[in-house]
């Protein structure tokens, strides 16, 4: 599945990534405050798309004036999501490079897969959540007419092998048509 926005294209991931993956995930001010530590390298970046970025629903966010992808975004069924939600409900995760932030890309990314799950997949409601701290999260996840619903502490994180609290945001598929 391709999606687009006016300035961005949201597509899978592919192995040829690898390179543009790796110059914005080995920034250690971007991986380990959503949950993941820097990549190593290159090499790294690849065994990463393969293994964990070629899940169902998962996308490159690409800018369409280079065409190159420069974050992520994905859509998590129940069964690996943080929290119990039912099956028509998901969640909602992403990252973008530093070079990035406080550019709206990254709602502008949201907003699409909002529709996308809300119109085309069915889903009754979503839930985004970001580790206590990530306040570029939280305020992308505001921006987005998530509003909070509530925190869960000593939540294990184990890609960074700590415990951390998160906080849980959730919108309903009727507060998002009010917002269109």
């Given at each position: 599945m391709i999606l687009e926005t006016e300035r961005l294209i949201l597509r899978p991931w592919?192995?040829?990534d690898a390179e543009e993956l790796y110059k914005y995930a080995k920034d250690p001010d971007v991986g380990p405050i959503a949950g993941w530590p820097p990549h190593t390298s290159v090499?790294?970046?690849?065994?990463?798309?393969?293994n964990v970025l070629s899940a169902p629903e998962t996308y490159a966010v690409v800018l369409k004036k280079t065409l190159k992808p420069v974050g992520s975004i994905g859509i998590i069924a129940p069964q690996p999501s943080h929290t119990s939600i039912t099956d028509t409900e998901r969640e909602i995760g992403y990252w973008i490079g530093k070079p990035y932030w406080g550019r709206g890309l990254i709602p502008e990314a949201v907003k699409e897969i909002q529709r996308y799950c809300f119109e085309d997949l069915g889903?009754?409601?979503?839930w985004c959540v970001y580790y206590d701290g990530n306040t570029k999260s939280k305020r992308a996840a505001e921006k987005c007419g998530?509003?909070?619903?509530?925190t869960e502490e000593n939540k294990p994180c184990p890609l960074m092998q700590d415990v951390r609290t998160e906080h849980f945001t959730y919108l309903s598929k009727k507060d998002w048509e009010g917002l269109q």
């Open positions: 592919e192995e040829a090499e790294n970046s690849r065994e990463i798309i393969k889903c009754s409601a979503l998530f509003a909070y619903h509530h």
